[in-house]
């Protein structure tokens, strides 16, 4: 029996005030580290689909990574990485997105995506929107057809999900 959405709330860790004071950081690692909630996880978050029906798994830098890729495997699809920028070495597109304090730049590789491939991204938290919209205009940059942003977790106080616009949003743990 699959590991209810119940279950798998309960494991993720709050740790208040980091990694400043007032931000309420969900820590993720207790999932990880038991392979049964991991797998729960992922059974979730592709839970719509069948292999076949996805063609490429899009993973934010860092922790996003860990959920794509095992999802990109699960459902036999390719794992695309959105990273940081500076780090992918071949030719890319870049966004820029405002943090707080500063922005954020990430990138994809140009050839990442062909075009009106069937593409999922996937992360483990929407908070404000912003790492979420600057992925998704990377994906349009390369015109992948878009069918869903998934995420673990979404702080749904924060109303993220205004932000992406048509793209269907679906959370596993949300908090109001
Ligand atoms: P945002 O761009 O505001 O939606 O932030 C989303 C990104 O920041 C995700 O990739 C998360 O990994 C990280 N993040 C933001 N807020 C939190 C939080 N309260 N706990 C853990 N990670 C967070």
Redesign the pocket.
């Known amino acids: 029996m699959v590991t209810s959405t119940e279950t798998l709330a309960a494991a993720v860790r709050n740790i208040p005030d980091f990694p400043k004071p007032g931000?309420?950081?969900?820590?993720i690692t207790p999932i990880l580290a038991n392979p049964k909630l991991f797998e729960a996880a992922i059974h979730h978050l592709t839970a719509p689909y069948q292999p076949g029906d996805v063609d490429v798994i899009v993973g934010?830098d860092a922790?996003?990574f860990i959920f794509a890729a095992a999802a990109a495997l699960h459902l036999k699809a390719g794992f695309v990485p959105v990273r940081k920028k500076g780090k992918l070495p071949f030719d890319t597109h870049e966004e820029s997105?405002d943090l707080e304090y500063g922005s954020n730049t990430v990138a994809i590789h140009t050839d990442a995506i062909h075009k009106g491939s069937r593409t999922l991204l996937i992360?483990?938290?929407?908070?404000?929107?912003?790492?979420?919209v600057a992925a998704l205009n990377l994906l349009n940059k390369l015109e992948a057809n878009i069918l869903e942003a998934a995420f673990l977790?979404e702080?749904e106080f924060?109303n993220?999900r205004s932000l992406l616009g048509n793209v269907p949003v679906r959370s596993i743990i949300s908090y109001s």
Do not use: E, M, P, S
């Open positions: 931000i309420q950081f969900k820590d934010v922790r996003g997105y992360d483990d938290l929407l908070a404000t929107g912003g790492t979420a977790i702080l924060l993220g």
